[in-house]
Structures are given as C-alpha cells and as structure tokens.
C-alpha cells in the first residue's frame, strides 16, 4: 500500500535496526537451515516474506533485497525499476516520471537514507537484478551468502557480477549472490 | 589544435590510444589536452536513407569535437543511434553513441556496443532512457534492464576487464569513452551531485548535462560538485539549446520529461520581436556564461529541429577560440579508395 510505503521510509531508522536484528537472527539459523535443506523451506519463507515486505514496502519479490541501501524505499516500485536512481525525469515537488501522481521512489530512497545509520550505502553501484531469481526468497539468500562467505563461486557469471560490483556485494549479499541456488529458488516466476 | 595527421584513422577499432587515454577519441583527446570542448546532437532521420543522415551531420561536422546520435530519445521512434553512428564513422565523424536502458536488455547492450566499437565509435553514452509513455508508441514495453549507473559499470567491466557480465572473456575489449547524462536542474536538487558522484563511481569518464537554462541552480550544483572534487574526476559537458518560441519552450517544459526552463526565460523570448532570434541568443549567452564557471570542460548542443543555427551558435559564442573543431568529416564514400 502506497500510504505504509511512505510510512516506512519515514521511519527507515526503526526499520534499519529491525532489519539488522533480522539478519543476524537469518544468519544464526543458518546451520538449522542447512540442515532441514534451504530447498525445502524456501517456497513456505517466500509467502512470509512476502507477506511482511509486501504489507510494509510494497515488496515485488525480487529476491534480491537492498532495502538497506535504498533508505527503505523499494525500487522495484520505480516504474523504470531503476537500481541507481532517480533518472532525471522527476517532476517538480518530487513526483514521477511515469505515475505523476506518485513520489518518486528514488527521492524517497535518498531522503530515507538520510534517517539510517548505514545511510551511506546508497552511493554504492547496485547490479541488475537477476531475473530468475524473481519470486524467490531474499532472506534465505542473505542467510546463504552471509554464513557462508563465499568470495567466488563456481557460476562464472555470478563471479562477473560479484566482481564488476565488488561493494554492493559487501552490502547488500543477495544483490550478486555467489552460494549455489537451491533449486527451488531458481525461475519460480516462470514456472507459475 | 590536433593536426589531422594524428588524428585515428577512419575505422580502427584496435588502435593503441595514446598514454593516459581510455579510448583515444577525438572527444577524449580534446579533453584531456584541457580544451574546451563542444558536442552536439544530430536528430535521427525518420528515413532509410544514409544520405539523409550525412546531410544532418555536415553542418555539425565543422564546428564540434563530437555527434552525438540520439537513442530514440523521448521514447520516438528514428533511425537507431548505432546505425546512425555506424554509417558517421565510416566518412570520418567522430560520434557518441548513445544508449538507453528503455528498450533494450543485457545481451542486446553488450553486444551492440561491441558491434559499434567494431564500427570505430569511441565515445559512448549512458542514459536510462525516458519512459515509454512520453513517446509515440506508448504501448510499447519498457525494458530498463540495466539503469544507466549499472550499464557503466557493465561497459567499463567490458573494456578494462575484457569481459561480458557473464564472465566470459572478451578477446578484443571494446575501447570506449564512458559517458553519461546529468540533470542539474531537476529535482532532487540535494541529491544530483551524489548521483553524479555515483556514475564517475560507476565508470563515467565524461558528463553530459541535460539542458541548462537556470543559471543560479547550476552554478550551485556546480559549487557543490567542485567541494566533492568531481570536477577533477571527470569531464562535464553542459546542455544548452536555442528556444525556437515561447510556445515552445512551454510545450516542452510539461511535456519532455526532465525539462526545466525557467518562467524569466520564457518571458524574454515572448516579449522579444523575433522570438527564434532571441531564443539564439540566450543560448550563446548561455554558453558564454557556462564557460566561465570553474569545473566545467565543455558544451553540449542540442537544438532539437533548429540544427541549422547550431554553427552560428558555436562560432559567435566564441568557444572554440580560433581552434578547429576535431569531429571532422574526412571522406566521402563515393571517393573512398
């Protein structure tokens, strides 16, 4: 909803500490998740995790969340669905491009970012989002990639991403993921 | 001045630039030599006819370092960028490439940038792209795949890493001067200097600004972008453009995206007798003014169906100072051997 996506940025510090408890609370569970097999509780995490996000960010699943980077503004909600933005089309008061009548999310991103203690995580390059991996869980990717700390990965491709965009790795882990994905984890968008 | 015996040859796509270049483009050269660099845009043909393309970059050819060939800007449908640059290099012009993320994906892109390197282009630049649903075919479907910041990088990633994002290895790496776009004068004014800070992050080597009509919101852009030092990272090209009336200044103004001209702008074209005349000479103002200001390298021209007034433009403003414009035109290719 776009009024608790507002709300959200508004109180993007709140939501930072939250997020990073969170994390570290995903992280932790790592060795539980492993053990029960990330393939299996992917597809009940994603309808949580699409519960929550969607009802506070307007989450679109991407499953490559870098909320911590955007000052809690999603930027899948850009119609342009821009990763380092705002795009010079910003009208007047703040307010899209594309939907006039809505602010854009980017103001809102470096605005939000302003309240966050790790605010400064917006000035690092984000990649493209990995389309297959639409519709999939984020939080189980950060708990993957963080517990494992992976530096290079067998998938040449992942590698090249890692590699081209070394510090949006380091702070947002699921935007170039390098842990294999489990396979339920790849193209669900697709297979609906 | 760059005597044209060390100018490139026409297409040679794997010639060394010289030290401390990335490309080695005219553009490039200019720049680094600490000229004050002009650029502008040629308007795409809605044609098949290359003719029709040379007849567009003859009178730019003489008076700017570069041409930039537009990429379906505004979401309208023309001839595509490529094609355009493609058919400038073949004859001698040195061009920019232009790229939007609006309608094309990441294999598309990274091919069509090496099929340009191929093709002798040098410079090339890095745009989002406008939104669809300002063009001609709103039903179209948007792409934006990469956003301009995320496709310097995968260009730059391609050239000094010679590799795809895919991580498959580029034998010949394009050679390419990255560049993208900036506008200063649009809201969120805070932010646009962080934004900039963020492509030269990404692998711009040169700026080129959307139009620039509001003198005190540029100068404090630029005073921000000099106590960051982005200068000294990077080369800024302004945007100008002459104003054929008021009408359409205000056309344009709620209608392109992006575009802010100021109400005392408009006011003056209106009240003038010749309001093309006066809409010239504001711009020439306009580069005289932008010149003097610290931190800036260049001017970019874009006089969207006024490219007739270009040259006169460039040549009374007095920016080139005597020199040649290095954008050349050196073979016909009738005459070709």
Known sequence: MYRVRLFSVRHARSLEWLYKRLENLMVALDPLFARIGYDRIEVPMAVVERGVKGLLFDCRMC???????????????????????????????????????????????????????????????????????????????????????????????RTAVAVAYPGARDNEPSSAPLAPEPPSAVNRMARR | MIPDNDLPPLIDPFAEPPPGHVAGSRLERVLRAGKFAVTAELNPPDSANPEDVYDAARPLGEVVDAINSTDASGANCHMSSIGICSLLTRVGYGTVYQISCRDRNRIAIQGDVLGAAAMGVRNVLCLTGDGVGAGDQPGARPVFDFDSVSLLRAIRTMRDQGMFLSGRKITRPPRMFLG????????????????????????????????????????????????????????????????????????????????????????????????????????????????????????HVMAYRREHLVSEIILESGVLKGRAATAGRRRHPQREE
């Open chain 1, 63 to 157: 499953g490559q969340c870098v909320l911590s980077s955007t000052g809690m503004s999603c930027p899948m909600n850009c119609p342009k669905q821009l990763r380092n933005g705002p795009c010079g089309g910003v009208r007047p008061g703040g307010y899209c491009e594309v939907k006039p009548w809505m602010k854009c999310v980017w103001c809102e991103a470096w605005e939000g970012s302003t309240r966050m203690q790790g605010g400064a995580k917006i000035h690092e390059v984000l990649p493209p989002v990995d389309r297959s991996l639409e519709g999939s869980s984020a939080w189980l990717r950060v708990s993957r990639e963080k517990a494992g700390k992976l530096r290079e990965s067998k998938d040449a491709a």
């Open chain 2, 180 to 299: 993208a776009a900036e506008n200063p004068c649009n809201q969120p004014y805070q932010w646009r200097p962080d934004r900039l800070a963020k492509k030269i992050e990404a692998g711009a080597d040169f700026i080129q600004t959307n139009y620039v009509y509001d003198m005190p919101l540029f100068e404090k852009f630029m005073a921000r972008v000099r106590d960051m030092g982005l200068d000294e990272k990077v080369f800024i090209l302004v945007g100008v453009g002459p104003i054929a009336s008021a009408k359409a200044a205000r056309w344009m103004r709620s209608n392109v995206p992006g575009i802010h001209i100021p109400d005392h702008v408009i006011d003056r074209v209106e009240k003038a007798p010749k309001q093309g005349e006066e809409g010239k000479r504001i711009c020439i103002e306009l580069i005289q003014q932008i010149r003097e200001i610290k931190g800036v390298a260049g001017v």
